[in-house]
């Protein structure tokens, strides 16, 4: 079979923002709890301090900001990218399969199901072409033209 290479990331749309929307509320949660707990160590922190502990708490609180949007800034693209590339892969079969059995159901002639090598769920596509393949072999025995009958001589 021919390489095939998925040109959109995005080939299940609904469920794969659903799956981001996840990862972004799971980073952003991520980053806040780890701001709230830098503010409470930074805030004993300074409590402790001789001399400039209520400066470096009147700076806190900007300090943590910023601290918090480069936080979001960096890990909240990168994994929703690694997000995408890792569904993709999920996904796509996913979707094979939904035309497989559509064409199943709808009395058509599917060829076997196949999907791309490194795709993961093969062991899927393989269930789904032994537990479809009676009636494939039906559907094209059904449809197979008569053998003409044969002149007795």
Do not use: Y
Not at 2 to 8: E, L, P, S, V
Not at 12 to 33: C, G, H, K, P, T
């Amino acid at each position: 079979m021919k390489h095939q290479r998925r040109q959109n990331l995005l080939v299940e749309r609904d469920l794969q923002i659903r799956f981001l929307l996840i990862v972004l509320l799971a980073a952003a949660s991520s980053v806040f709890l780890s701001i709230g707990i830098t503010a409470w160590t930074m805030s004993q922190l300074a409590a402790g301090l001789p001399h400039d502990g209520a400066f470096v708490l009147s700076r806190l609180p900007a300090a943590l900001g910023w601290n918090a949007l480069l936080s979001l800034g960096l890990t909240v693209p990168w994994l929703l990218f690694l997000t995408l590339a890792g569904t993709h892969r999920i996904f796509g079969p996913l979707v094979r399969f939904r035309h497989f059995l559509r064409g199943v159901a709808a009395g058509e002639h599917p060829e076997p199901c196949r999907i791309r090598d490194g795709d993961h769920l093969q062991d899927v596509c393989e269930l789904l072409n032994a537990a479809t393949e009676p009636l494939r072999r039906a559907q094209r025995e059904a449809t197979r033209p008569a053998a003409a009958p044969r002149n007795a001589a």
